[in-house]
T-cell receptor
Framework: AQRVTQPEKLLSVFKGAPVELKCNYS??????LFWYVQYSRQRLQLLLR??SRESIKGFTADLNKGETSFHLKKPFAQEEDSAMYYC?????????FGTGTSLTVIP | DVKVTQSSRYLVKRTGEKVFLECVQD?????MFWYRQDPGLGLRLIYF???????EKGDIPEGYSVSREKKERFSLILESASTNQTSMYLC?????????????FGSGTQLSVL
């Protein structure tokens, strides 16, 4: 079975502080992982994917196969980062999502 | 840019009604998906389709059916709406199955069943 776990439903940080949104997965094969984001009143959109090894809006995520994790990190949070974040696992032709973490950046 | 359009932003229906949610994508994508989004539960896959007239059940197909008669259109049908189907419904599409493929989402339909 494929599973994605996001242990934090809510996360609040102060502007300028580091932020880490946790994601753990359970999958027996070679995982393909993504982070999607939904800003207020906007549609869900891709933030980043592990195979690209990219940094988007200052966010990075490293796949750790030993710990089966794909945590999302940003060194200095901004107010515009406040949003709902979903970790997703792609296997075959299905995408499995975690329950989401609502991030609030306090000014 | 890819556009995924859901026909209604808000819908209010009565228990027992048959409900149709429509989704259209304009980029010739092979795969289309229907999710429901509930607070604390995240996105749960209802059905997906990888080709015209093909469909596969997701994690929560009970009480739903789908139709894909044309490549660009994927419809979700609630045969007899119930109050526990009150939710935000998201349609998504992707070009094809493969590494790096991403989902493009519609803006969602908030369905209330009274």
């Amino acid at each position: 079975a494929q599973r994605v776990t996001q242990p934090e439903k809510l996360l609040s940080v102060f502007k300028g502080a580091p932020v880490e949104l946790k994601c753990n997965y359970s999958y027996s094969g070679s995982p393909e992982l993504f982070w999607y984001v939904q800003y207020s009143r906007q549609r869900l959109q891709l933030l980043l994917r592990h195979i690209s090894r990219e940094s988007i809006k200052g966010f990075t995520a490293d796949l750790n196969k030993g710990e089966t994790s794909f945590h999302l990190k940003k060194p200095f949070a901004q107010e515009e980062d406040s949003a709902m974040y979903y970790c997703a696992l792609h296997t075959g032709n299905q995408f499995y999502f975690g329950t989401g973490t609502s991030l609030t950046v306090i000014p | 840019d890819v556009k995924v359009t859901q026909s209604s932003r808000y819908l209010v229906k009565r228990t027992g009604e048959k409900v149709f949610l429509e989704c259209v994508q304009d980029m010739d994508h092979e795969n289309m998906f229907w999710y429901r989004q509930d607070p604390g539960l995240g996105l749960r896959l209802i059905y997906f389709s990888y080709d015209v007239k093909m469909k596969e059940k997701g994690d929560i197909p009970e009480g739903y059916s789908v139709s894909r008669e044309k490549k660009e259109r994927f419809s979700l049908i609630l045969e007899s709406a119930s109050t526990n189907q009150t939710s935000m419904y998201l349609c998504a599409s992707s070009l094809q199955t493969g590494m790096g493929e991403k989902l493009f989402f519609g803006s969602g339909t908030q369905l209330s069943v009274l």
